[in-house]
């Protein structure tokens, strides 16, 4: 049974950088994406940062490339989400995302099977 456990959620000030993490456990991923997501109140969940696992090929949203960097520890299972310059919109449950790779990347909900309890980030002003 696959299971990912995220943490490093927290509360900081604006400007500020956390580091979330998200282990993988209970297949091989090899032939996976995996992402992380966001979900701000009242709003939808919005794809964030992901990688190929197979390539190690790197995905980010728009408004996150320059200040989130997504990696990852082969032999941990482990993907990373490096957040820097945060801001107050940035303030969200963040949720990490595992899914069969398709012929193109995903980056929609629907392209992840399993995904972790998420994690709360908070950015005050």
């Known amino acids: 049974q696959v299971q990912l456990v995220e943490s490093g959620g927290g509360l900081v000030q604006a400007g500020g950088s956390l580091r979330l993490s998200c282990t993988a456990s209970?297949?091989?991923?090899?032939?996976?994406?995996m992402a992380w997501f966001r979900q701000a109140p009242g709003k939808e969940r919005e794809f964030v940062a992901g990688i190929r696992w197979s390539s190690g090929r790197l995905y980010y949203a728009d408004s996150m490339k320059g200040r989130f960097t997504i990696s990852r520890d082969n032999a941990k299972i482990t993907v990373y989400l490096q957040m820097n310059s945060l801001k107050p919109e940035d303030t969200a449950v963040y949720y990490c995302a595992a899914g069969r790779a398709g012929w193109s990347y995903s980056y929609t909900v629907g392209g992840y099977g399993y995904w972790g309890q998420g994690t709360q980030v908070s950015v005050s002003s």
């Open positions: 209970g297949r091989t991923f090899t032939n996976y994406d």
